[in-house]
């Protein structure tokens, strides 16, 4: 079971991406698919066969009501789904209509449940280690695939592709990955800290790899998850570690200013620009479905306005299932916020699933459909399974 939870956590965000790297890198892009979807399927396998070992803890789980509105809400989602199929030319949906329904039960509805049946205390070091490694091995592949384009100042990775017409993954994944990474590795080295001085050689390379994906993907919101999640580690530090952190980081912050203006990332200029560019466009997209959701506030209108969707789930959940949506999972969602630091509050290891949470909840509020949030319900899927095994020992 050790190595499937490792395994499920590796692919659930950043080591999707390993192997998509290496398609493109092969000039094989059309058929990426082939790639993605049988992977998608094996880790839904998976994922369905820990669901079953588990049957017992879901059957009668602490949080089971959060759970049942979980559910409930995602049936209700694809019914949302077959309205609007039904209901507009086909041109107006980004995907076909089934991709929909298929994405957001293998992406978010079975992970999520998966790891509400998982006793998080018994494999929270095989959950880590899966994503730290999926960091690790996408920086290796990009910084050997792309690492000269950074060298000549090129900058964000989609750069590439208008430079040379070679396709290259998305930029937000690789930044979110990095991001993610870097929290965790600092996670194991500042709270956790039980570590041989191999692995720490290991984080600390991990942290730099990490880094580069950072900036081929110069995304404001990972720069925004840095400043939310920093001041946890400063906060549920030791003493001491408080003011080293805090000493630190007035070195450190003008020195990661000056690598990313000598890379050519832009990400510097992409926060200073956010108010003149309408964060990238979103503010218009926001506005477009709130207006949408005022239109049908009760259950909410179409899944998508024109092929596009709002680019926040918050307001996406608003604009395509209205209030009856949000009263389903706003509550899951506040509870893992709440479940995260209280957990954190009785016991300071438990932070990586509340990092974990911070970078999903950032991601999606600026970017990602509403139907591929795993990075959101992962966490969340932790923190419950947590909270349950918990309640059994209590």
């Keep these: 079971m050790s190595r499937i939870v490792f395994l499920i956590s590796f692919f659930t965000y950043g080591g999707y991406y390993v192997g998509l790297a290496g398609v493109f890198a092969l000039n094989l892009g059309h058929l990426s698919r082939f790639y993605s979807q049988p992977l998608r399927i094996l880790m839904a396998v998976l994922m369905l066969y820990v669901i079953h070992k588990n049957r017992a803890a879901l059957a009668s789980h602490h949080l089971s009501r959060y759970i049942f509105l979980f559910i409930v809400f995602w049936v209700f989602y694809i ?31 079975i992970p999520f449940i998966t790891f509400c049946s998982l006793d998080t205390k018994k494999y929270w070091r095989n959950i880590i280690s899966g994503f730290i490694f999926s960091g690790f091995a996408l920086g290796v592949v990009c910084v050997y695939l792309y690492g000269s384009f950074m060298l000549s100042g090129i900058g964000r990775i989609n750069a590439i592709f208008y430079l040379t017409g070679e396709a290259v993954l998305n930029p937000l994944p690789l930044s979110y990955t990095g991001v993610l990474t870097m929290l965790l590795c600092l996670y194991k080295l500042i709270i956790y800290k039980e570590n041989s001085k191999l692995e720490v050689l290991y984080l600390t390379v991990t942290i730099i790899l990490s880094f580069a994906l950072f900036l081929f993907g110069a995304s404001r919101g990972s720069v925004v998850v840095l400043f939310l999640s920093l001041p946890l580690f400063v906060y549920y530090s030791p003493l001491k570690q408080k003011v080293k952190l805090t000493f630190l980081s007035f070195i450190i912050f003008p020195v990661l200013i000056m690598v990313t203006n000598a890379s050519g990332s832009g990400i510097i200029n992409r926060l200073s620009n956010t108010s003149e560019d309408k964060g990238g466009g979103r503010t218009g997209l926001w506005e477009n479905a709130i207006e949408h959701f005022l239109n049908h506030p009760l259950f909410g209108g179409r899944i998508e306005i024109g092929h596009i969707y709002p680019h926040n789930f918050i307001i996406e959940i608003l604009m395509s299932t209205g209030i009856l949506g949000g009263l389903l999972l706003f509550p899951v969602v506040y509870k893992g916020f709440s479940l995260g630091f209280k957990s954190v509050k009785k016991n300071k290891t438990n932070l990586f699933a509340l990092l974990l949470l911070l970078v999903g909840f950032t991601l999606y509020s600026f970017s990602g459909g509403l139907y591929t949030t795993i990075l959101l319900f992962v966490p969340i899927g932790i923190m419950f399974g947590q909270e349950h095994y918990n309640s059994l020992e209590n």
Excluded: Q
């Excluded at 209901?87 to 039960?105: F, M, N």
């Design 79 to 109: 019914v949302k789904v077959l309205f609007t199929a039904n209901k507009v030319i086909p041109i107006e949906l980004s995907r076909t209509w089934y991709d929909y329904i298929l994405y957001a039960i293998i992406y978010v509805v």
